[in-house]
Nanobody, 124 residues
């Protein structure tokens, strides 16, 4: 079992920044990938970024490239998503997840542990 708990969401104005955190606990040794996803009302869940837990190789979606950064602190068992230059289109519920496949082509179906989500709202 893996437990994930997000924090750090909130409301900001366009151009602002937020840092999301995800506390990771449990048996993660069989989950090679940690990722951030988001889902806006009426839209499908999309992956924002992921990171290979051993090695630290990262992937960031084209839509947030240059604005979002994913990182992990293994000593604190915490995953981060630093978001800057936020846009109203970034408004969504953000989830962290643990799975077995990282990279551009991995899908939400390849992540089997999910947090409850944290809301990010960006106003214009």
């Amino acid at each position: 079992q893996v437990q994930l708990e997000e924090s750090g969401g909130g409301s900001v104005q366009a151009g602002g920044s937020l840092r999301l955190s995800c506390a990771v606990s449990g048996d993660t040794k069989w989950r090679k990938c940690l990722g951030w996803f988001r889902q806006a009302p009426g839209k499908v869940r999309e992956k924002v970024a992921d990171i290979v837990t051993v090695g630290g190789h990262t992937y960031v979606a084209d839509s947030v490239e240059g604005r979002f950064t994913i990182s992990q602190d293994n000593a604190k068992n915490t995953l981060y998503l630093q978001m800057s230059s936020l846009e109203p289109e970034d408004t969504a519920m953000y989830y962290c997840a643990a799975g077995w496949s990282c990279g551009r082509w991995s899908t939400p179906d390849e992540f089997d542990y999910w947090g409850q989500g944290t809301q990010v709202t960006v106003s214009s």
